[in-house]
Nanobody
Framework: QVQLVESGGGLVQAGGSLRLSCAAS????????MGWHRQAPGKQRELVAS???????NYADAVKGRFTISRDIPKNTVFLQMSSLKPEDTAVYYC???????????????WGQGTQVTVSS
């Protein structure tokens, strides 16, 4: 199993910055992709950014140029640096990990508990 613990959410004014962290434990060597998703009230959960084990990154169009995903491999931690925040970025942000392990290969999806990000106008 993979366990994820997020931190770093909070309240910030529009134009401000926040940094989210997600610490992984358990089968961390099996993780293929980690990412951040968000869910605003009344909306579906959506992918914000992801980073693969080969450091390939992917961003939603809405956050390109403003958010940066990175990782600290020795600490099994993924970060989401959010800048130029907008009120529409307000949501619960969830850390996600996709892992492949064992023989025959099995897959698992792990989710963090979520952290609230609120951007005031």
């Amino acid at each position: 199993q993979v366990q994820l613990v997020e931190s770093g959410g909070g309240l910030v004014q529009a134009g401000g910055s926040l940094r989210l962290s997600c610490a992984a434990s358990g089968l961390t060597s099996s993780i293929v992709v980690m990412g951040w998703h968000r869910q605003a009230p009344g909306k579906q959960r959506e992918l914000v950014a992801s980073i693969s084990s080969s450091n390939t990154t992917n961003y939603a169009d809405a956050v390109k140029g403003r958010f940066t995903i990175s990782r600290d491999i020795p600490k099994n931690t993924v970060f989401l640096q959010m800048s130029s925040l907008k009120p529409e970025d307000t949501a619960v942000y969830y850390c996600h990990a996709f892992a492949v392990y064992g023989l025959p290969p099995r897959t698992l999806d792990a989710w963090g508990q979520g952290t609230q990000v609120t951007v005031s106008s």
